[in-house]
């Protein structure tokens, strides 16, 4: 397979990847690791004019923490980049967690973050992940940037709040506070696959042990990255028992609608919500504790 004739250019500054896609809009589309553009172009589902190669923008490659304890993530870091880090592993141990799930090492050495979420398959691990820890995205133009909220971000299949002449340049990432406790499982038919079901868990326990936040997203459960707000607030103010957890989980497979595909029927996969939501939680509170 070939895709159709197109032009590439690979800008040095940032000033200059936005300004080449503003002149240009939908023709253009930017390319970060190539692991879902190529393909779709291999298969001419995408068939953008001109590609604007990113790996050459200075300054959209860097980890940082900032002052306030958040991790700023640049558009083309690595998943590698970030899955190897030992300091993300000990403040934002899901992310690690989650992105050893997310396909296989060499195209975790490729793919980018940014690349990843702009993307914005529903199956994919990350952007579940993004709104599970209140992630904020840095969408940037010509001229100007704004602040979205991951779970502003992701609006349908493949669709995101990016105008077209916007770049996601960064995510920024808050930090967990003491006391919380983070999980992410999933199902996949093989290791390194999309996921049937998948599910990040966030909890936070007050002085006392009790549950004093709760927040449950899963991925391949809808158009979008879906959270369980209802479920999760059920949790809010118990002591996180094995049978605050069951309910909860159950409850969280009423808000979600997984839309089947050849590996995994919607009644399949609802039941995998349930039990990996329960196991999550679990896995949760234990390490909140
Ligand atoms: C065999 C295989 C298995 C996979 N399994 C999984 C899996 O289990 N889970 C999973 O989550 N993913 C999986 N993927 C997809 C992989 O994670 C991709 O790397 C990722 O989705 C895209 O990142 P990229 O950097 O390669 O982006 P690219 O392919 O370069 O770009 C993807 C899209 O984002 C746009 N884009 C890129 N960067 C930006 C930016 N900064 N701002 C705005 N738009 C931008 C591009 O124009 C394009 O539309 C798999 C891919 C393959 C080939």
């Known amino acids: 397979m070939k895709p159709a004739p197109f032009d590439w250019q690979a800008p040095e500054s940032l000033e200059a990847a936005l300004a080449l896609k503003a002149a240009h ?70 992310l690690t ?20 979420l702009s993307h914005a398959d529903p199956a994919s691990e990350m952007p579940a992940v993004m709104v599970a820890l209140d992630a904020r995205m840095v969408l940037q133009r010509a001229g100007g940037a704004r602040e979205v909220a991951a779970r502003d971000f992701f609006l349908a299949p493949l ?26 499982l999933e199902v ?24 004093a936040e709760a927040r449950m997203v899963f991925c391949s459960a809808g158009p979008t990255p879906m959270a369980a707000p209802r479920a999760a607030a059920m949790l809010v103010g118990t002591a996180l028992t094995p049978g605050d957890i069951a309910a909860a989980a159950k409850a969280a497979t009423a808000e979600i609608e997984p ?23 679990a896995t949760a509170a234990e390490r909140a504790a």
């Open 188 to 211: 996949a038919r093989r290791r390194g696959d999309y996921a049937m079901m998948g599910v990040a868990a966030v909890l936070r326990r007050d002085g006392a042990g009790r549950c």
């Open 259 to 281: 839309m089947g595909s050849v590996q995994a029927s919607p009644a399949y996969q609802l039941h995998l919500a349930g039990v990996l939501a329960a196991r999550a939680l």
């Open 97 to 116: 967690e989650a992105l050893a799930e997310v396909a296989h090492p060499q195209i975790r050495t490729r793919g980018t973050l940014g690349g990843n």
């Open 159 to 184: 669709t995101t709040a990016l105008a077209e002449d916007e770049m996601l340049a960064a995510i920024v990432v808050p930090p967990l506070p003491a006391g919380t406790g983070t999980a992410f």
């Open 25 to 94: 809009g939908d023709g253009a589309r930017f390319i970060a690791g190539g692991q879902s553009l190529v393909p779709a172009m291999n298969f001419r589902v995408a068939q953008p004019g001109l590609l604007i190669d990113l790996s050459r923008v200075a300054g959209l490659d860097s980890l940082a923490w900032l002052p306030d304890g958040s991790l700023r993530i640049g558009a083309t870091v690595r998943y590698r980049t970030i899955e190897r880090d030992a300091e993300v592993a000990c403040r934002l141990p899901l």
